[in-house]
């Protein structure tokens, strides 16, 4: 195997080892957000350090689905959830 090979091995070696190790660690808080627009809801569930963290997470996984594009997501973004359990 040539040095370059070694090296590409080596680095992708290490990004699997920092993925796996992230993925280790458990958080502390997650929060359920179900999310409504245009007629299409979705309901997310993220875990993250903070509350706060899950809570703006799951907002924005559940607008990616209902929403199409950048301007729409940010107008799903701003409404209400219509449900919302964080622990």
């Known amino acids: 195997m040539s040095r ?6 080596l680095m992708l ?3 699997v ?5 992230q993925s280790m660690f458990v958080d502390a808080h997650s929060c ?10 979705q309901c997310r569930t993220v875990s ?3 509350i706060e ?3 703006e997470g799951a907002i924005t996984n ?3 689905y209902i929403s199409g594009g950048v301007t729409e997501t940010m107008a799903c973004h ?3 959830p219509t449900s919302e359990r964080c622990q």
């Open 4 to 9: 370059a090979g070694i090296v590409g091995l």
């Open 13 to 15: 070696l290490g990004v």
């Open 17 to 21: 080892g920092f993925v796996i190790a």
């Open 32 to 41: 359920e957000v179900c999310m409504e627009y245009q007629g299409s809801s």
């Open 48 to 50: 993250a350090a903070t």
């Open 53 to 55: 963290q899950a809570r």
């Open 62 to 64: 559940a607008c990616a």
């Open 78 to 80: 701003r409404q209400k």
